[in-house]
C-alpha cells in the first residue's frame, strides 16, 4: 500500500515575538535537519543576523537568507489554510489540543492543496489567548515534570514528526481551505449584515 506524506513545501514555522537570536538560529538548524526550509518571525524582540547564522551555522544558510519577517501575527497568517498553535498550558480556551503524532498526520492530507503555520509563541510566555484565536487547532508536546520546552528544542520535535509522518495514499486528502485573510473578511461581512438587521 502507498503512503503519503506532508508537503513540507507548504509548511512553514512562524516565531512569533521570538526574544533571542540565538533561538532563530536554533530553530532554523532544526528545520534544515528535517528537510524544513520556510521559517517566519514576527516582531523578534532582538534580530541580530550574526548571532542567528551563528548558531544556524553553514547547515542552514539557506534558512536564514530566505526569512521573512511581518509586523503582525495575522498578517504572517494572511494566506494560511490551516494554522496550528503549540502550547505548554493547558485549560481554559486550550481544552483541545491534539499529541504531534497525531497532528503530523493530520497534515499529510492538509498541507497536499494548503498553506499550513506552526506557531510558537515567545520563549517567557508562549502565546497568548488571542494569538490562540488565530490558530485551528493546538498541538501540546507532552512532557514529564517541567512543561516549558526550549524554542528551538520544540520547533525540532514538531519539525521530526512531520518528517516522519505518513497515511494510507486513499486516506490523504483535504480540500483547500479558506485562508485566514478569506475567513477575517468572510466574518467582516457577516458582522456587517447582523448589525444591519439590528441582529446585533
Known amino acids: 500500500m502507498s503512503a503519503e506524506r506532508v508537503n513540507r513545501a507548504n509548511i512553514r514555522i512562524v516565531l512569533h515575538r521570538p526574544r533571542f537570536p540565538e533561538n532563530i538560529g536554533a530553530a532554523a538548524r532544526a528545520m534544515r535537519n528535517m528537510g524544513l526550509r ?37 498578517e504572517a497568517l494572511a ?8 502550547t505548554a498550558r493547558l485549560g481554559g ?22 498553506e499550513v503555520a506552526l506557531v510558537f509563541g515567545p520563549e517567557d510566555r508562549g502565546l497568548t489567548n488571542e ?8 498541538v501540546n508536546i507532552p512532557t514529564d515534570a517541567f512543561a516549558s520546552l526550549n524554542l528551538a528544542q520544540a ?41 444591519r438587521i439590528s441582529y446585533i
Open 38 to 74: 520556510r521559517l517566519v518571525v514576527v516582531r523578534p524582540e532582538n534580530f541580530i543576523v550574526e548571532r542567528v547564522r551563528m548558531m544556524a551555522t553553514h547547515v542552514a544558510g539557506d534558512v536564514v537568507d530566505a526569512i521573512t519577517s511581518f509586523d503582525s501575527l495575522p
Open 79 to 86: 494566506d494560511c489554510g490551516y494554522v496550528v498553535g503549540t
Open 93 to 114: 480556551e486550550r481544552q483541545s489540543v491534539v499529541s504531534p503524532p497525531m497532528m503530523a498526520r493530520r497534515l499529510v492530507a492538509i498541507s497536499q492543496e494548503n
Open 131 to 138: 494569538d490562540i484565536r488565530l490558530c485551528h487547532a493546538l
Open 155 to 195: 520547533v525540532m520535535v514538531m519539525c521530526y514528526e512531520i518528517f516522519n509522518a505518513k497515511v494510507a495514499a486513499e486516506a490523504a486528502f483535504a480540500p483547500r481551505l479558506a485562508t485566514r485573510h478569506e475567513l477575517d473578511g468572510m466574518y467582516d461581512k457577516l458582522r456587517e449584515i447582523l448589525v
